[in-house]
């Protein structure tokens, strides 16, 4: 499928704090801490030497529902977990995010009800601070009711980057789901120079809630609580003192609330007042919408016959075994192949994005595309485009459908479609190659 290069957020601050961004490559590129390098290709797309042998060990993690609970505090006989230690992420219980034990407001405080929401439409991202002008040309653009700039970069803990913008809690409070601008106990985290994580990257980081990470170079910051603010890219929200320690800079963030139905205006209007370098992402509705379930029975479309036939892979303990699995879904497709378009795409489920074109999941699928090819693999009722045992499937899906089970140049023209170089099916097949090699 076709996507452009993927979000980088920020530019680097100080020495210590190190950022990712760049224009092209993978989104958000999760350092893997301990592993060998991905097979280097020649210009030709041949592998070498496969240097990938550890893909029977990469446990694929699916995302279940967050489980509000009260907060824990962590034991101090108990060291804290490293992001990107290289094992498996635990899936952290969420805080703060609606239901459940206290998920009301404390007494006095000021819940969503006492606020006007303004759901942010567009994330601006600016390699430098937005100037005073650009700020006063945005607002007056045409359907923008509210704008909001914030501070942002990226940090480094044990050799792993986190994009993270700094708040003012009262200010940034409005522009939070309903649900989440309810509970108190995140705005206090944030108040108290705590780290709030994004649900997803906490999933993938397997950040341990309670415990304290070691900034590279910098402070030791605590993981408090985990929240689905929407915000594509953003790994993670600090307090504006917080991310005055840290290094981030100025004003490079900024939030644009206007009608949803105005979305696609604004982002091209947006846009133009930028300076190069800028990125403007659509959020709210848009991602909502990704995370629609596609189908609600298992199921892969037969290339040329329109037919629906049952697909079942269940939950294999590595990726090596689901993309054997998921490749059966498509007869004479090699499982080599799968796999490396999932080392390309996401570095099998460590960076699932999503990219600045909205690229989604351990596949990188386009929501529109996935609603065509989208499965449900493990067999829960749900296609879900972040869910790799339903992800990796679904690419075996959307593969058969354009001829990749004949092998030969309607497999190269098959992996062209999913996305749109060729200099992108040279580096698969290469990729491929070196899997056949290292896993006979």
């Not at 909502?288 to 379930?293: G, N």
């Amino acid at each position: 499928m076709s996507r452009l290069p993927g979000l980088r957020l920020f530019v680097p601050v100080v020495v210590a704090i190190t950022a990712l961004l760049a224009l092209g490559g993978v989104a958000l590129a999760m350092i893997n801490a301990g592993r060998p390098a991905a097979p280097a290709t020649s210009a030709g797309g041949a592998v070498v030497e496969s240097r990938v042998r550890d893909l029977a060990a990469i446990a694929p993690v699916a995302s279940p529902p967050a489980v509000p609970v009260s907060p824990a505090e962590p034991d101090p006989t108990t060291p804290a977990v490293p992001v990107g230690d290289g094992q498996a992420p635990r899936d952290p219980v969420s805080q703060g995010t609606g239901g459940g034990q206290g998920s009301a407001p404390e007494p006095g405080a000021t819940g969503a009800s006492d606020l006007t929401l303004t759901p942010p439409r567009l994330l601006v991202i600016s390699p430098s601070t937005l100037t005073e002008q650009t700020k006063e040309d945005i607002s007056r653009l045409k359907h923008v009711q509210k704008i909001d700039s914030f501070d942002g970069g990226a940090v480094k803990v044990s050799g792993v980057g986190l994009n993270l913008i700094a708040v003012d809690p009262a200010r940034f409070r409005t522009w939070a789901p309903k649900n989440i601008a309810d509970q108190q106990r995140i705005w206090d985290a944030l108040a108290k120079g705590e780290l709030v994580a994004d649900n997803s990257a906490a999933r993938r980081l397997g950040l341990v809630l309670g415990s304290e990470y070691q900034v590279d170079g910098g402070p030791r910051l605590r993981a408090a609580a985990s929240a689905s603010f929407g915000l594509p890219g953003v790994d993670g929200i600090v307090g504006e003192e917080t991310g005055r320690r840290l290094g981030l800079l100025p004003g490079v963030a900024l939030l644009v609330h206007g009608p949803e139905k105005a979305s696609t205006v604004l982002r091209t209007r947006v846009g133009r007042l930028l300076s190069p370098g800028s990125q403007v992402v659509a959020v709210g509705g848009a991602r909502k919408s990704a995370r629609e379930p596609a189908a609600k029975t298992a199921g892969a479309k037969t290339a040329g016959t329109g037919k629906v036939r049952q697909v079942t892979v269940g939950r294999p303990g590595s990726y090596l075994e689901l993309y054997r699995k998921a490749a059966e879904v498509c007869p004479g497709l090699s499982w080599t192949v799968l796999a490396a378009i999932g080392q390309v795409e996401s570095s099998h489920g460590r960076n699932n994005g999503p990219s600045s074109a909205g690229a989604l999941g351990p596949m990188q699928f386009m929501p529109a595309t996935w609603k065509a090819y989208g499965v449900d693999g493990d067999g829960d009722g749900v296609a879900d485009i972040w869910n790799p045992y339903d992800a990796v499937p679904g690419a075996a899906n959307y593969l058969c459908a354009n001829g990749a089970g004949k092998g030969g140049k309607k497999l190269e023209k098959a992996i062209w479609f999913y996305n749109h170089s060729w200099s992108y099916v040279a580096k698969v097949m290469g990729i491929s190659r070196g899997y056949a090699a290292a896993y006979p």
